[in-house]
């Protein structure tokens, strides 16, 4: 069993920047494919971001390309997302999620939230515009 925790979120500003931290205890997050879903009153969960657990591959919403980075702290046992140039449009319950899939993971694997086995309860981003 994998217990996620996130924290990091906020109120801010549009243009500000916040960064989100998962986490766990217990199992080393360097085992699993981790991916960054949020969702947003009255609509579905998206992705976000994702890093394979070899870090050497990411993926990215094109929503957030370009202004959201995901990296892994191996040393800390964390899954960070830096998230710049906010937007009013960012505002949502973010939340972290892990799966090891079999060989690398794939971006048709990292979008769907379904593939993913583990999930924690979420951090709320608020964006003022």
């Known amino acids: 069993q994998v217990q996620l925790v996130e924290s990091g979120g906020g109120l801010v500003q549009a243009g500000a920047s916040l960064r989100l931290s998962c986490a766990t205890s217990g199992r080393t997050l360097i085992s699993y494919d981790m991916g960054w879903f949020r969702q947003a009153p009255g609509k579905d969960r998206e992705f976000v971001a994702a890093v394979s657990r070899s870090g050497r591959r990411t993926y990215y919403a094109d929503s957030v390309e370009g202004r959201f980075t995901i990296s892994r702290d191996n040393a800390k046992n964390t899954v960070n997302l830096q998230m710049n140039s906010l937007k009013s449009e960012d505002t949502a319950v973010y939340y972290c999620?892990?799966?090891?899939?079999?060989?690398?993971?794939?971006?048709?694997?990292?979008?769907?939230?379904?593939?993913?086995?583990?999930w924690g309860q979420g951090t709320q981003v608020t964006v003022s515009s």
């Open positions: 999620a892990a799966h090891r899939f079999p060989g690398e993971m794939t971006v048709g694997q990292a979008r769907f939230a379904t593939g993913y086995t583990y």
